[in-house]
């Protein structure tokens, strides 16, 4: 059976902490837990800024609807106003030097004994359910808008890229593969209300709060830790 794991940018989004989980940026890999443990918390504890915009999708028309979506969706992709969005062959150049952790010695040893932070990094373990530390993720203080996501052994799994705006909104979130694989896109307007895209700049839905819609105001989802 495949396990889940959880984007550490999401946890610090919705301000979660220990034990936390949640549904929006699941990417399946066979060797992880579905136990998180400290989810890496923000660098500020100043509140983010954010307009106040009222939740209107399931009173719009369906042309209004397709409209917005492809509004964010070229925001994302065409248009790459965060400058996160690459291709394999641009993501590999720029990220080379990170696809193997050269101190996964010590950052295994760090995140094994419960390090969540030193004066370098902060890190986030991810255990199997015996206990036994399958995967680890760091954040670095000279790059704080990067979270990379390493096997036990300093093999890069997955990467997560945050627009420079954040922790102020409207920002956005991409995660992907080690091989440059785009597996998620969100464009976070507030911090509730997120509009989701798959690896196929598909859309997937929309959050508000607690709920997901999918493009015909139909709710789809519900995550219990918004």
Request: proline share 3%; aromatic share 18%; glycine share 4%.
């Amino acid at each position: 059976m495949k396990k889940i794991f959880v984007s550490l940018f999401l946890l610090l989004a919705f301000g979660l902490g220990q034990q936390a989980f949640s549904f929006e940026n699941i990417t399946t890999i066979d060797e992880t837990s579905d136990k998180q443990i400290e989810a890496i918390e923000p660098e500020t504890n100043i509140a983010p800024l954010q307009a106040e915009i009222s939740f209107d999708w399931l009173t719009l028309d369906q042309t209004q609807r397709e409209e917005n979506i492809e509004k964010y969706k070229n925001l994302l992709f065409e248009n790459n106003s965060s400058h996160i969005y690459f291709s394999k062959e641009d993501f590999k150049k720029e990220f080379a030097k990170y696809y193997k952790d050269k101190d996964f010695k010590l950052h295994y040893m760090l995140t094994n004994n419960g390090v969540t932070e030193d004066e370098d990094a902060k890190y986030c373990a991810f255990y199997f359910k015996k206990g036994t530390l399958v995967m680890y993720a760091i954040q670095y203080k000279n790059n704080p808008t990067n979270a990379f996501y390493y096997s036990a052994f300093g093999k890069l799994y997955y990467t997560d890229l945050m627009s420079k705006e954040y922790p102020n909104y409207p920002y956005t979130s991409m995660q992907y593969d080690r091989k440059g694989q785009l597996k998620s896109a969100i464009y976070f307007i507030t911090k509730d209300i997120q509009y989701m895209f798959g690896p196929d700049k598909e859309f997937q839905g929309i959050w508000y709060k607690d709920k997901m819609y999918d493009k015909n105001g139909k709710q789809t989802l519900t995550r219990n830790n918004w």
